[in-house]
């Protein structure tokens, strides 16, 4: 059975994260004939002696126009063992925001350093966004060793003054690799030039790490979509909550408790796309049929009587604003949306914001500004069902949403109270 | 089971059919966008299980260009039979008589379908329409999102996307605006063939392979049909063939393949070197950007 990992990759041009990608997708054969052929073309084109695998990412016209890349992009490729999902992103400081979106969903995150200029401001602001995000394996690859001659001591250099910086981050596993994505060391295959590097290739690390534990399976959170009741007289006693599980075990007979009611009764199946089944654990998308016709509805959440999350109107957060035509300040109100709930927030106050680059908090900030990340408390016109981010990533993150543009603003993780 | 792991395929089932319920629970009115190809049959598919036992709450569309294989309307009729669907119609040749749009050079009713979609959309409302696209199909669908914002006019800004952030859909829009939602957005093209391979979802015959009368044609093998006549210098020939894409009948070429079973279509494309669209499609040629050109006008 193969799987599926997730990892995101932030970086500039020069630090050969888009060559990095491309040398992943064609040397694991991710990379068809005809989309080589038309790099290969355009790199001609532009008198390029070589063929520019940053083309294969950037596939806006501005984005080929200008050599920079805007947005997220999602990359495919799969091996015998698992499938890869890269959600790859800018790495400038004005682009904050795509790291956040990119790191939101990911396992893993590679940091690329070029092994000539050592670990930068940039390095470390992926490193802190990354693990901030909840992201808990960083592969921090050193890149261009051929262009220091292979030296050991460069990389242990930069893998010490990196580890030094990230003891002051939350880090679940890092491992570090050198590289040479243009020509290929240690990206599918083993290098000739780095016999004292004892680890794994980038592309064996990704298939081998472990993601599994990285899920919370204790407790239960499962967030109502919406109610399947069929109209049809074959199903017409059928009723059942459809929706994603969030975290947790949920087994058919479980006790649950219904928020925000707090009715209980217990699970008398789970139906799946596949059938029923007798356990669940995320991320399925499953429906729960219920032993006792209770009143539950879309944005309600099922969870287990002696472990609730915190019932709220009052939310800690970090937020990251990702609008460059407004800013968020004190007592401006926005719509929020938490798990499949909507409600309203108003900015209660904005504690600090934090310089992405040295870590350091700014309290005497009171607004926060495209791609700031800052501490704000929101006061929510009905109670939300949170856990902190660090617990679970599903029941701690909301987004906010201007309500005159009907624009995402921002993205919050919920702290800890 | 015991290790409480999903596998790929599953993972990805799951995803797509919470993108599929946010959308039937948050839009006042949805519709999925059929065209008879396998990518939008995996997506009905889906819809299907994202509701079951009721049926699915929206209707399906289709753009009927005039310019169908017969096989797949057949196979769209079926379908719409036996699972009980609302099917819209929106029809290009009615477009066309009522000379609301007119054909482009060569007889391509490609750039033409947006104006009716357009106007099928306004005519019932819709506010939501699923596409089957995936990201690994094409460099600008790589940066769509899965919920992807259009303005009145259906046009597409990729300056300008929402962020999207873990499974956080935010589909609020104003009256008269869309949005695009793709749940096949994170599936590969051997992904859906997997899919289809392991839960035996039925496809038209077309893509399995099959002797057909075709003409060789700057590369590509074109079936001679009511939409495609041998010219002057061709030569048809019976060749052993099936398509890998079911676009219109007069654009879509096949392949020369001897995989007349699922499990061996999935053998091959695991071992194909070419893209789909690269290797049948001689709409998407027209330059590095022809892709996101047509989307910011309205195109899927």
Same mark, same amino acid.
């Not at chain 2, 060749?239 to 995989?259: I, K």
């Given at each position: ?47 390029? $002696?070589?063929? $520019? ?48 979106? @990119? ?10 350093? $070029? ?20 992201? !808990? ?17 460069? #990389? ?8 030094? #910086? ?9 491992? !570090?690799?050198?590289? !040479? ?58 009723? @059942? ?5 969030? !975290? @947790? ?152 949403? $201007? ?15 | ?35 008879? =190809? ?28 005039? *310019? ?15 699972? /009980? ?21 060569? =007889? ?8 009716? *979609? *357009? ?5 019932? =409302? ?30 597409? /800004? ?115 070197? *070419? ?8 709409? /998407?040629?027209?330059? /590095? ?12």
């Amino acid at each position: 059975m193969s799987d599926l990992l997730r990892f995101a990759t932030a970086g500039s041009v020069d630090d050969g994260k888009s060559t990095l990608i491309g040398r992943l997708l064609f040397d694991s054969k991710g990379l068809f004939t005809d989309q080589l052929e038309d790099i290969e073309r355009i790199s001609q084109r532009r008198g390029n $002696d070589y063929v $520019d695998l940053s083309l294969l990412t950037d596939g806006l016209r501005a984005e080929r126009e200008q050599g920079i890349t805007i947005d997220v992009a999602y990359r495919y490729f799969a091996t015998p063992r698992r499938k890869f999902i890269i959600a790859d992103t800018p790495g400038h400081v004005q682009y904050t925001r795509n790291m956040v979106t @990119g790191a939101s969903t990911a396992d893993v995150a590679l940091i690329l350093v $070029d092994a000539r200029k050592g670990v930068t401001e940039q390095s470390r602001r992926h490193a802190f966004l990354a693990t901030l995000l909840g992201v !808990s394996h960083l592969v921090l690859c050193v890149n261009k060793m051929d262009l220091v001659d292979w030296s050991e001591d460069v #990389f242990r250099t930069i893998v010490d003054d990196f580890k030094e #910086f990230a003891a002051k981050l939350i880090v679940g596993d890092l491992s !570090s690799i050198p590289v !040479s994505a243009l020509l290929g060391d240690n990206v599918v295959t083993r290098s000739e030039h780095t016999p004292w590097f004892e680890g794994a290739t980038l592309l064996s690390l990704l298939e081998n790490l472990h993601v599994a534990s990285d899920r919370n399976l204790v407790d239960v959170r499962f967030p109502v979509q919406l109610v399947i009741r069929p109209q049809s007289s074959a199903a017409r006693d059928y009723r @059942g909550y459809a929706g994603n599980l969030a !975290s @947790g075990i949920l087994k058919v007979g479980d006790p649950i408790r219904v928020l925000p009611s707090g009715l209980e009764t217990t699970v008398a199946g789970i139906d799946t796309a596949s059938g029923p089944v007798d356990e669940a654990f995320p991320p399925m998308s499953i429906v729960v049929r219920l032993a006792e016709e209770i009143d539950v509805s879309r944005g309600d959440m099922l969870v287990r009587p002696r472990n609730v999350p915190t019932v709220t109107q009052d939310v800690e957060a970090l937020i990251c604003w990702m609008d460059e035509s407004a800013t968020l300040s004190a007592r401006k109100k926005y719509a929020i949306k938490h798990t499949t709930r909507w409600a309203r927030a108003l900015v209660r106050d904005v504690e600090y914001r934090i310089d992405v680059n040295t870590l350091h908090r700014h309290i005497e900030d009171d607004e926060l500004a495209l791609n700031d990340i800052g501490r704000v408390t929101l006061r929510i016109t009905a109670p939300l069902f949170v856990d902190a981010y660090r617990e679970n990533r599903e029941t701690g993150s909301f987004i906010l949403v $201007d309500e005159s543009t009907n624009r995402t603003v921002a993205a919050g993780l919920v702290l800890r109270r | 089971m015991t290790s409480r792991v999903l596998d790929q395929l599953r993972t990805l089932e799951s995803e797509s059919i919470h993108v599929i319920r946010e959308v039937a629970a948050e839009m006042q009115r949805p519709c999925l966008m059929f065209s008879g =190809g396998k990518d939008s049959i995996v997506m009905l598919h889906l819809a299907v299980k994202a509701f079951a036992p009721a049926r699915i709450p929206f209707p399906i569309m289709h753009i009927d260009t005039g *310019l169908n294989f017969p096989e797949v309307i057949a196979f769209r009729d079926r379908l719409v039979t036996d699972l /009980d669907l609302d099917l819209v119609v929106a029809s290009v040749p009615d477009a066309l008589a009522r000379g609301e749009v007119r054909e482009g050079p060569g =007889g391509s009713r490609n750039r033409i379908q947006t104006p009716v *979609l *357009l106007a099928a959309i306004e005519e019932h =409302g819709f506010d939501a329409l699923f596409g089957g696209a995936r990201r690994d199909e094409e460099k600008a669908r790589a940066k769509e999102r899965v919920f992807s914002f259009r303005d009145e006019f259906g046009q597409w /800004d990729p300056k300008n996307q929402r962020p999207e952030l873990w499974n956080l859909y935010n589909g609020r829009i104003a009256p008269g605006e869309q949005i695009r939602v793709f749940p096949l957005s994170n599936w590969t093209e051997l992904d859906i063939w997997n899919y289809i391979a392991h839960y035996d979802v039925p496809v038209p015959g077309l893509y399995l392979a099959h002797d057909r009368e075709v003409v060789e044609r700057q590369g590509m093998l074109y079936a001679v049909n009511d939409f495609i006549d041998a010219r002057d210098d061709e030569v048809p020939a019976v060749r052993r063939v099936r398509y890998r894409t079911m676009g219109d009948a007069n654009l879509t070429a096949a392949v020369e393949s001897e995989a007349d079973t699922i499990a061996k279509v999935v053998e091959e494309i695991a071992a194909v070197r *070419l893209t789909e669209r690269g290797a049948t499609r001689g709409d /998407d040629k027209v330059s /590095d950007t022809s892709m996101e050109d047509r989307k910011k006008e309205g195109y899927f």
